[in-house]
Every structure is written in structure tokens, then in C-alpha cells.
């Protein structure tokens, strides 16, 4: 009888560590394949020539950009701005692969805050709804970053009566970087469950087998 027990619990054990180890190496080989690589073209005031970035020379560059205009989906429309308070204006297209899906204007310097408008006819051939949206504060140092020919900025925080100022940090502008941490933890954690699950499970063999032999 206690051999048949401590047959159960390897076998048992055997089973939750293979799942384990074999959902934390297949996860991350699943995220890496499938869609080509994204990329950015920017074209605007004061260019000499368009930004052509794509995500395996430019990765950080590329995601922050893409970053500015990913979440129009479910953002609210603001009204049209007059033309005299939008300043200078970039269009951005988003592209995966070879092959343009979307594009944008943006205006970082526009009065009252970044705006972004997005045409009706888009690059990949589907209709959307033309319209008008508030950017993100970042805008600005985001397509400096990416090479658009644009003054550093200042970003003024409200400090008390006086007030005080910092500059937008760069680690702000790397989401690409943010998301590799996550990843990079997950195998960490993913041995930790299995520790434990084998802990919990030894002990209640020993449980079982102190019982066992108690009642003889």
C-alpha cells in the first residue's frame, strides 16, 4: 500500500511539472511568430526627407510611435480645431511588414494640448470614422525621439504656489522595454508554482503514511 502511494504521488508530481515547464517554454515561441514585424513611416514639417522605422533596427522608436495612436478605438472624439492652433502637422503610417494599414496627422504643438486626426480612408483599404482625438501628453518628445526635427520639451508640474519643472524622462518613451521585464519574470514565477505544488504534494504523502501507519 505504500509503495502504491509513493508510485501516485511521482507520477502525480511528474505530470504537474512537465505541464508547467512545457506551458513556460511554449508561451513566449508562440508570441514571437505569425505577424511580420510593424514599422512606421513619418513624413511632416521641416523634414528634409520621411522616417522610414521599422521594429528590427528601431524597436523602441517604432512602439512608442505606434503607441500614440493605438488606442483611438475607444477614445472620444473632441471637436475640430481651427487650423490657426494646430501647428505643425506629421503624418504617421503604420505599417506591418511592407504594406501600410493606417495612417494619421499628428499635431504635437497644438493649442491646448497634442491632437491627432484620423482620415476616413485608411491605407488598407477598410473605411473608419473620420475624426478628431486629444494625443498624449508625450507626443512631442515621442517623435523627437524618433527623429522629427522637434524642440526638447518641457513639461510643466504643478508643485505648490510656485510650481516646478522636469523634462519628459526617456525611459518614459519605452514601452518595448517594459513588456520584456514581464516576460522575463514569468519563467521565475512558473518555477515557484511548481515548487510549491510539489511541497503541498510530498507532504501530504507523508500525512497519508504517518495515518498509514498509526492505524496498523
Same mark, same amino acid.
Given at each position: ?55 528590427? @533596427?528601431?524597436? !523602441? ?6 503607441? %500614440? &495612436?493605438?488606442?483611438? /478605438?475607444?477614445?472620444?472624439?473632441? #471637436? ?61 518628445? @515621442?517623435?523627437? !525621439? ?6 526638447? %520639451? &518641457?513639461?510643466?508640474? /504643478?508643485?505648490?504656489?510656485?510650481? #516646478? ?52
Amino acid at each position: 500500500m505504500v509503495r502504491r502511494v509513493w508510485r501516485l504521488v511521482a507520477i502525480m508530481a511528474g505530470v504537474l511539472t512537465a505541464g508547467v515547464l512545457s506551458l513556460g517554454l511554449t508561451a513566449p515561441a508562440s508570441a514571437t511568430t505569425q505577424s511580420p514585424p510593424a514599422g512606421v513611416d513619418i513624413t511632416g514639417a521641416d523634414m528634409a526627407e520621411p522616417l522610414h522605422l521599422r521594429a528590427d @533596427t528601431h524597436p !523602441t522608436q517604432v512602439a512608442a510611435v505606434i503607441d %500614440q &495612436v493605438n488606442f483611438l /478605438g475607444d477614445a472620444g472624439q473632441s #471637436s475640430k480645431p481651427k487650423k490657426a492652433d494646430l501647428g505643425p502637422k506629421y503624418t504617421v503610417v503604420v505599417l506591418a511588414g511592407d504594406k501600410p494599414q493606417q495612417t494619421y496627422d499628428l499635431y504635437p504643438k497644438a493649442a491646448g494640448g497634442p491632437r491627432i486626426y484620423r482620415p476616413a480612408k485608411q491605407p488598407d483599404s477598410e473605411q473608419t470614422a473620420a475624426g478628431w482625438f486629444f494625443g498624449r501628453f508625450t507626443m512631442s518628445e @515621442t517623435l523627437r !525621439t524618433a527623429g522629427v526635427p522637434l524642440e526638447r %520639451q &518641457v513639461d510643466t508640474v /504643478g508643485g505648490g504656489a510656485g510650481g #516646478s519643472e522636469r523634462m519628459i524622462p526617456e525611459d518614459a518613451l519605452d514601452p518595448a522595454g517594459n513588456i520584456d521585464e514581464a516576460f522575463s519574470g514569468l519563467p521565475r514565477l512558473l518555477l515557484v508554482n511548481v515548487a510549491v505544488v510539489l511541497t503541498i504534494t510530498f507532504g501530504l504523502a507523508g500525512i497519508a503514511l504517518l495515518i498509514r501507519r498509526r492505524t496498523r
